[in-house]
């Protein structure tokens, strides 16, 4: 057995026995495998690095309680590299090479797959990466899509225990750019304002809509949803953020408690209409707010300390369904 305090786990990285590779070159993907390599070596010209020709994914591995393991709705994350793909003029993966590929890598390194009850999990990181000989703005002669993991713990430090937020002056991406992509370059330009807000002792920023400054976008590494004060689910609707595989859940999963679940706008001088807000992902899970900086207000959902009765039922059941307790809708739980 492997040596880890699996309750200790942040989101660190851990290196793991095994990832998967595979190159695409003359218009075709190679058959991949499995390496214990952990370092790619790639041209001096090769886009990912000078263009942010590059996307990826998040989603997890969770033990269940009999023992088996399964993943979460990774069609989605399917779906979603091969739409970053195709922004950024990549060659799609098929999806039964990716979801082949997945369980290849939680199957080698079965022994990082957190026990149950320890509420970790093992977390894979597909990407994609434009490679080889280039020096102009063109997309690359060459691809390689690979899949690392590790186990991890709580994204944002307090898990389940309400952190605080602050409105970014920056934006993250452009009202017809790449925000709705995984890609690389949102994330560059999220860390100076990410840096600023850890600063400042909060988890993270809480972006606004580029275009007009008043509604809320996202969150750095996460989506934005809130409880209204009459029990509606509501999550922004923009073309500039990431279209969350949790987010979409958890508004099916409102519709299950009976509550409305919205995808629509989130005027940030409006908080007061919610009674709870969280944060929501795959790292994340869900990640309860306590209370949003903007400017020099600050303003408290249900209490900084301890989480909304909404959100605490919306937590069970996500949970309950990714760790295989619940039985989910179709499609959802996949096992490897
Ligand atoms: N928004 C951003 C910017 C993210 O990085 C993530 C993480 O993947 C999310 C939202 C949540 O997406 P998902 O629920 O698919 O993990
Ligand atoms: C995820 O939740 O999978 C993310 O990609 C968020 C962050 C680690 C970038």
Redesign the pocket.
Known sequence: MVNIKWDELGFDYIKTPYRYISYWKDGKWDEGRLTEDNTITINEGSTCLHYGQECF???KAYRRKDGKINLFRPD??SQ?LNKSAERLLMPEVPEEKFIEALKQVVNANEEYVPPYGTGATLYLRPYLIGVGPNIGVHPAPEYIFSIFCMPVGPYFKGGMTPTNFIVSEYD?AAPRGTGAA?VGG??AS?LLPGHEAHERKFSDCIYLDPETHTKIE??????FFGITKDNQFITPKSPS?????????LLELAKEFGMEAIEGDVFIDHLDDFAEAGA?????VISPIGGIQNGDKFHVFYSETETGPVTQKLYDRLTGIQFGDEQGPAGWQVEV
Do not use: D, Q
Request: glycine share 10%; proline share 3%; net charge positive.
């Open positions: 994914e998040g989603l989605r994350n979603r993250r995984k949102n994330y999220s996202e969150v750095g590494s996460a989506n953020i990431l279209p969350s595989i949790t987010k979409y859940s929501c992902g795959t790292a994340a």
